[in-house]
């Protein structure tokens, strides 16, 4: 098991910037994948970008070319930032760790971003 905390969230206006971290309670380097997926109301949780152990990277379509996964094993902490951010991002965040590929998911708690058009 590993423990997150995600921060980073805000309000921004559209074509704006932001970064989210999570911060994991423990090494990531050996976590299998690290992913961020979003929630906006009365929607269900989609994968927004996720980050593997062999430092391969996978993002949705509505946000290629314009968010960045990245990590940091010194700080155990996984980026996403975010730029040229268009109203339909806003969404609460989640960081998400799946420790092996077996493992149950690791989740957290969310951080609220919200872009005013």
């Known amino acids: 098991q590993v423990q997150l905390v995600e921060s980073g969230g805000g309000l921004v206006q559209t074509g704006g910037s932001l970064r989210l971290s999570c911060g994991a309670s423990g090494s990531i380097s050996n976590i299998y994948h690290i992913s961020w997926y979003r929630q906006a109301p009365g929607k269900q949780r989609d994968l927004v970008a996720r980050?593997?152990?062999?430092?391969?990277?996978a993002y949705a379509d509505s946000v290629k070319g314009r968010f960045t996964i990245s990590r940091d094993n010194a700080k155990n902490t996984v980026y996403l930032q975010m730029n040229d951010l268009k109203f339909e991002d806003t969404a609460v965040y989640y960081c998400?760790?799946?420790?092996?590929?077996?493992?149950?998911?690791?989740w957290g708690q969310g951080t609220q971003v919200t872009v005013s058009s």
């Open positions: 998400n760790a799946k420790v092996t590929i077996f493992a149950s998911d690791n």
């Open positions: 980050i593997y152990k062999n430092g391969g990277t």
